[in-house]
């Protein structure tokens, strides 16, 4: 079982590029060339049934990856959401990053720390903080999540988007019949037609491999330490996080190996071993995909286990 975690941090868009003007690179024109950036955490509490309270912060971090409050930073907002596996709809901590001066003063200061870093973007920090209402606050549990400005250099360069999975690929380790698609859903989810949970029975193994639509794995250009350019293939990295049971592989993607081969993309899942009888046990299983580029996409799905 998973205590109190968050699952992962999406930032939409997770980048954005700008052109900047060399004589004065921190202009407020900086400012009319970005968007609003929302930030939203996927969260899990299966162990308890409470609501739990939530800020997010904009911030400079420091060494130990914390926010360095002797630097600007900006309080995005917080509030108290549902219990995230019991609600009926999704619960989803949201905040927004809006385009004003403290930014600009943020992405400043961070030019002002590593110049040269900044030729490959400006990070940015959004740090959540996350408890049950009537918990104290030592035992709250913190995630952070980057976001990055990026100077149009080289004049090629295009922002990167957030990868995406169309649906899990599903087969029972020693069954010769086919697979089945696995789609996105909560277990609290109303069930659509032709989109039931896939069933289990307790102690089987299923392997799930996450089908990517064309355009995940986006071609980019990077600048290189003497001033040229490269283009480059994203890799994609995937990791696998269930409410009960166990995994083969909780971390599958990346790159390729000495040969040329494409690591390997999916995992077996094995339904725990013991349910209580005669009961159907629903099991969230989330699919966490990232690219290099702070790109992430969090995959929710439900698979009931049966005795």
Known sequence: MLDLRVIGMVSEPPEQVVDVDLADPMSTAILDQLVNVEVKAVVADPNKRRALRWTMTLCLVDEEGRCDRTQPYKELGGGVIEDPDDATAGQYPTATIVPDLDLLVMLQRAVEANPVQALGGVDLTVMLQLGGVDDPAEDDVFAAKRVRVSPRYPAARMANLNPTITSLDAALVGVSSGGIDIHERRCNDPVQPGQSPARLRAGQTVTLFPLEPDGTRQQYVAPTLDGQSIMLEETVTYQWLAER???????????????????????????????????????????????????????????IVEP
């Open 245 to 303: 049971g166990s995994w083969s592989d909780e971390t599958t993607g990346g790159g390729h190996d000495i040969l040329g081969n494409q690591s390997l993309l999916g995992s077996d899942w094995t339904a725990p071993g013991t349910i209580p009888d005669g009961q159907m046990v629903p099991t969230s299983i989330w699919v966490i995909q990232r690219d290099e580029r702070l790109g992430v996409r969090v995959f929710e799905t439900c698979i």
